[in-house]
C-alpha cells in the first residue's frame, strides 16, 4: 500500500501525552511526513491504537479508551467518506467489555472480527476473541449483531505472556 498508519506518544490533536494516530503517504516510492489524524480518529486526553483498515481502506478499526467506553478500551469502527474519517461507531455486541479490548481485525469478507482482549474466563493475559456476523450487510456487521467466543486453548497466551493488539478490517 502507499498509506502507512501507526500510534505514536506523541503530542497530536492535543492529546497530553495520549497514544494518537499517525499516518504518511508513500508518492514515488519515497515515504512522505508523518501526519496526525485529527478528530474523530484521536481525541484529546484519549489513547487511540489503530486495529486495521478494511481490504478496500474503508473502514479503520481501532481500540481507545475514549468518553463513554465500557472499561479500560474499547473497539471503535470508522468509515471514509471521501478522504474524511466519520464519526467513531462504538462496536457493543459481546465485543467491547469493561475490560481492557484491543486491536480489531476483520477478514477479507468482513464476516469475523478478531480482537484481543484479558476479559475474565480467557486462557491467559490477553486471549484472541472471534465475533461472527450474523445478518449479512454494511455497518451492521460491526454492532449489536455479532456472537463472540474465544478461539480456544492454542491460539491463547499462557500466564505470564502478554500480547497486546490484533490488526485489520474488511
Keep these: 500500500g502507499n498509506r502507512l498508519y501507526w500510534r505514536v506518544n506523541l503530542d497530536c ?29 484521536n481525541v484529546a486526553g484519549a489513547n487511540t491504537h489503530p486495529g486495521s483498515l478494511s481490504a478496500d481502506q474503508r473502514f479503520m478499526v ?28 462504538h462496536v457493543l455486541g459481546g465485543v467491547s467489555s469493561a475490560s481492557q479490548d484491543y486491536g ?16 475474565p474466563g480467557g486462557y491467559g493475559s490477553f486471549d484472541i476473541y472471534l ?24 491460539m491463547h497466551t499462557r500466564p505470564g505472556w502478554s500480547c497486546m493488539g490484533g490488526s485489520c478490517i474488511s
Excluded at 16 to 40: H, K, M
Excluded at 66 to 81: P, Q
Excluded at 104 to 119: H, N, Q
Aim: proline content about 5%; some cysteine.
Design 13 to 41: 490533536v492535543g492529546s497530553g501525552g495520549y497514544y494518537q494516530v499517525r499516518y504518511a503517504d508513500r508518492i514515488g516510492g519515497v515515504w512522505g511526513s508523518p501526519v496526525c489524524l485529527a478528530e474523530p480518529i
Design 62 to 89: 481501532f481500540a481507545s479508551d475514549r468518553a463513554g467506553t465500557l472499561g479500560a478500551e474499547d473497539i471503535f469502527i470508522s468509515e471514509n467518506v471521501a478522504g474524511a474519517w466519520q464519526a467513531p461507531t
Design 104 to 119: 480489531g481485525s476483520v477478514s477479507f469478507d468482513g464476516r469475523e472480527l478478531y480482537f484481543a482482549s484479558d476479559r
Design 131 to 154: 465475533s461472527r456476523c450474523l445478518p449479512p450487510g454494511g455497518m451492521t456487521i460491526f454492532s449489536d449483531d455479532f456472537e463472540s467466543g474465544t478461539l480456544g486453548g492454542s
